[in-house]
């Protein structure tokens, strides 16, 4: 399987070069959102990746081995291709994923709650919540 489609490799390296830039004009680093997830079928290791680096490989976002412990850091993905899990299976992209939270909220969310699949769930009701207090009231 191929874990990185073009359309995504192309927004990855698009954030890395907006990144690049900022630093290069001594400017804030952008907080993007993250692109693309990756995730382990049979365990808890959660990938979230803002960035693809010029080598091809080399992705940069939120990373959760499931210890507990999510850091921002690079990470690979030909290593996470050659992962080989029970059953014939490896790691897999949620292809469904789609966000509306920065890099840095997850991370803040992930730290707190100690992993980014219990930050997903946190997010996900605190914007549902958000989005009832906008609502008009039911009634008759």
């Known amino acids: 399987m191929i874990l990185l489609p073009p359309e995504l490799r192309f927004s990855l390296r698009a954030n890395d070069l907006e990144r690049r830039a900022a ?6 680093a952008p907080d993007p959102l993250p692109v693309v997830k990756f995730f382990n079928p049979v365990g808890a290791a959660t990938w979230l990746a803002t ?20 850091e921002l850091g690079p990470f690979s993905l030909s290593e996470m291709a050659e992962v080989r899990l029970p ?3 490896g790691i897999e992209r ?16 992930a730290r707190r709650a100690g992993s980014i699949i ?9 914007s ?10 039911r009634g008759g």
Request: with cysteine; aromatic share 10%.
């Open 23 to 28: 630093d290069r004009d001594e400017k804030p």
């Open 94 to 109: 949620d292809e469904g994923f789609s966000t509306i939270h920065r890099l840095s909220v997850w991370s803040a969310w």
């Open 118 to 126: 219990q930050a997903e769930t946190l997010l996900r009701r605190a």
């Open 87 to 89: 059953f014939g299976m």
């Open 51 to 70: 960035e693809l680096y010029p080598d091809g490989d080399t992705l940069f976002g939120l990373a959760d081995l499931g210890f507990g412990c999510p």
């Open 128 to 137: 549902r919540a958000a989005n009832d207090d906008e609502l008009p009231p």
